[in-house]
């Protein structure tokens, strides 16, 4: 035996996928330590996509922050402003009126729409099926052009303020958000018929990264990721904001843990989604937009961590304001991806080279919420 | 041969597109039908890159082993029976050999082998997973597919693709009819040993970003491309021959129906061949990609035993009846 293994090199093979690569979402990089096709081990490797979003936001002021949080998870630009705003508007102890209030709760809800389409639509190319990703952006493009209409802009919005919303909706919108929900009602049912009940990709994903609810619970997993491990934890439901607590709308979870179990909540989120808007818009009240803020936004000294709950998971921010400066003295994102993103190593673990792909697109991150701040380079397995 | 081979590809790009609700080619040409010629122009002008610790004569070889026997096999498919233009008699094949169905088989099966070659050649190691995935599924599928092909040989009595049109106009009834489960898997055998969707796991993009080709650049990238589909239309072209009656027109042998008789053969045999093609395209468009596993699960636990099954019942009833 001593002969052959001389002859031959009998080590794992060492792939590097990514940081470019057609499937890791952006510029992820995973080092898979391979038996043949087997994954027995895998580093990730982020920080490519750092541009230190986090320390440039302790030197600009409140409002340009805004812009910033836009940059982070650029997929669902709209949430991220909204945790930032309000997270401020906490610190400050501002009213926000009930109008912008209920229109945060839909354009969060329409970001989420926008950003589980992006999700389906990636998930499922990874996996092979390519037409469900043009189907998927057919949709997400509707929701780009409502946001365009809102406020000009269609992946980096800067839709929020400290207090309120900078504009008020156009006139007609809140017809057209209807006619989106009614649209998107019949696509998912489409979706669903391609991939819901196809052998293929139950295969694919049954029983592929099974991550049980204690073990999920205790790396940090949050939103989807979390509540297909049957987790009932939803920031929406548990720690209302906005218009959440005057909405009705079901939390699913999963059973089964695994991916197959995480696509079918999200899938499931879509409806819930659709139902929060409906009624959010055909109870849109009459009023102002925007609060009491002052005209110099400098909040009292003290530090506040507010999440709310992003389509990935939980968005928080922690922000420390010492009261005298007009930017914050310390600025701190918990972004859902990058804590998602640990648990990839544990994931993939044992599983085949062709899962790798699918369970990354199962966790759903956006690399520029990984990469938003963090000091850590890489999770070693 | 290569023109279709060429216009495939942008068959395959517009019906995608259509399946997708986008527009596909349009800019060369009139609906992009030009597409193609600026393809070939635009791969033939490309830097035709040779890596550095590639194998070089296995490299340069492998692309034309992929290819050349996808087109030689062509020389046994009829297109028609023997015909008369203008009074003289132009048979509408190359030649008539009595193995013609073992050539194909044999013939066929050395493309795979520019497969594992230019996985290895490339030194690289997306490729050599790729081609390693290429061999142990070229290699199951080929049995399953061989098996229902000695089926077919049972039922029509000859190997040459000939006498098995005829054979087929003298029972009167396409074997698509007479032998289902044969037509099965050699349409599943069919998309995997063509590496299509959702058997394309050698090329597996998401996965493998592009598998055995990823090194390969300009023309002899082109080649592999071409192989591809010069692959689908060959296995496009035998399953017409085999299970869809060749030239013949639907219902051969009723009287009635004789006015569809003027459509002469080959162009039944064109049109037949599209549908298969058109299934190819429909089904890439349509799927996720199967796992490494559970590619060669189907294929050794249920496609095999399922092939030897049909050749065992076939030769039955062939002895019984």
Known sequence: ?381 | MLVAVTFMVLLERKVIAWVQVRLGPMRVGPYGVLQPIADVVKLMTKEDITPVRADKIVFTAAPMIALIPALIVFAVIPFGPVVSIFGREVALYITDINVGLLYIVSVASIGVYGIILAGWASNSKYPLLASLRASAQLISYEVAVTMTLVSMIVSAGTMSMIGIVNAQYQQGVWYLFAQPVAFFIYFVGGLAETNRAPFDLPEAEQELTGGFHTEYSGMRFALFFLAEYANMIVVSSVATTLFLGGWLRPFPNIEALSFLGIIPGWIWFLLKTFIWLYIFLWVRATLPRYRYDQLMRLGWKVLIPLAIANVIITATVKVLV
């Open chain 1, 1 to 381: 035996m001593a002969t052959i293994d001389n002859q031959f090199d009998t080590n794992e093979l060492v792939i590097n996928m990514g940081p470019q690569h057609p499937s890791t979402h952006g510029v992820l990089r995973v080092v898979l330590r391979l038996d043949g096709e087997r994954v027995i081990g895998c580093d990730v490797v982020i920080g490519y996509l750092h541009r230190g979003i986090e320390k440039l936001c302790e030197s600009r002021d409140w409002t340009q922050i805004v812009l910033l949080t836009d940059r982070m998870d650029y997929v669902a630009a709209a949430t991220n402003n909204v945790g930032y705003c309000q997270t401020v508007e906490k610190l400050m102890s501002i009213e926000v009126p009930r109008r912008a209030r209920y229109l945060r709760t839909v354009m969060c809800e329409l970001q989420r729409i926008a950003s589980h389409c992006l999700w389906l639509g990636t998930h499922a190319m990874d996996i092979g099926a390519m037409t469900v990703f043009l189907y998927a952006f057919r949709e997400r493009e509707l929701i780009l052009d409502l946001f365009e209409e809102y406020c000009g802009a269609r992946l980096t919005y800067n839709s929020m303020r400290i207090g309120g919303l900078p504009l008020d909706i156009p006139p007609g919108w809140d017809k057209k958000v209807l006619a989106f929900c009614d649209i998107m009602q019949t696509k998912l049912t489409e979706y669903e018929e391609l991939l819901t009940h196809n052998r293929i990709w139950l295969e694919r994903t049954k029983g592929i990264g099974v991550i049980p609810a204690e073990e999920a619970i205790a790396i940090g997993l949050s939103g989807p990721a979390l509540r297909g491990s049957g987790v009932k934890r939803d920031i929406r439901k548990d720690e209302p904001y906005a218009a959440y607590d005057e909405v009705e709308f079901d939390v699913p979870t999963g059973k089964a843990c695994d991916t197959y179990d995480r696509y079918l909540v999200r899938i499931e989120e879509f409806r819930q989604s659709l139902r929060i808007i409906r009624q959010a818009i055909e109870g849109l009240p009459e009023g102002p937009i925007v609060g009491k803020v002052p005209r110099l936004i400098k909040p009292p000294a003290g530090e506040t961590y507010h999440a709310i709950e992003s389509p990935k998971g939980e968005i928080g921010y922690f922000i420390v304001a010492d009261g005298k400066s007009t930017s914050p003295y310390r600025f701190r994102v918990r972004p859902p991806s990058f804590c998602n993103l640990q648990a990839l190593p544990r994931l993939i673990k044992g599983h085949l080279v062709a899962d790798v792909v699918a369970l990354i697109g199962s966790i759903d991150i956006v690399l520029g919420e990984v990469d938003r701040g963090s000091t850590r380079s890489s999770f070693p397995s």
